[in-house]
Nanobody, 124 residues
Framework: QVQLVESGGGLVQAGDSLRLSCAAS????????MGWFRQAPGKEREFVAT????????YYADSVKGRFTISRDDAKNTVCLQMSSLKPADTAVYYC?????????????????WGQGTQVTVSS
């Protein structure tokens, strides 16, 4: 089992950058593929990015490709989401998630563990 805690959200202006972090408890963090999702008010939770257990494979939603970068540091039990060129459409609660196994996934039902979320608000 793993517990996840996100941090780093906040209020920024369009065009700014922000770095989200997700700290995982437990000694088996390296056994999990990780993902980031987001949910805006009145909308369904949507996939943002995922990274494989090894960190060698990443995949992004088209809406964030080229602007967001997911990374992991197994020594620190963390996964990060570096966000740049932020847009008002990026405003949402961002969640990190973990799934056992090598590969990440783009659908939320594939993930077993979730953090509580961190709010990102981008003003125009």
């Amino acid at each position: 089992q793993v517990q996840l805690v996100e941090s780093g959200g906040g209020l920024v202006q369009a065009g700014d950058s922000l770095r989200l972090s997700c700290a995982a408890s437990g000694r088996t963090f390296s056994s999990y593929a990780m993902g980031w999702f987001r949910q805006a008010p009145g909308k369904e939770r949507e996939f943002v990015a995922t990274i494989s257990r090894s960190g060698g494979t990443t995949y992004y939603a088209d809406s964030v490709k080229g602007r967001f970068t997911i990374s992991r540091d197994d020594a620190k039990n963390t996964v990060c989401l570096q966000m740049s060129s932020l847009k008002p459409a990026d405003t949402a609660v961002y969640y990190c998630a973990a799934r056992p196994g090598y590969s990440g996934a783009t659908y939320y039902s594939a993930y077993d563990y979730w953090g509580q979320g961190t709010q990102v608000t981008v003003s125009s």
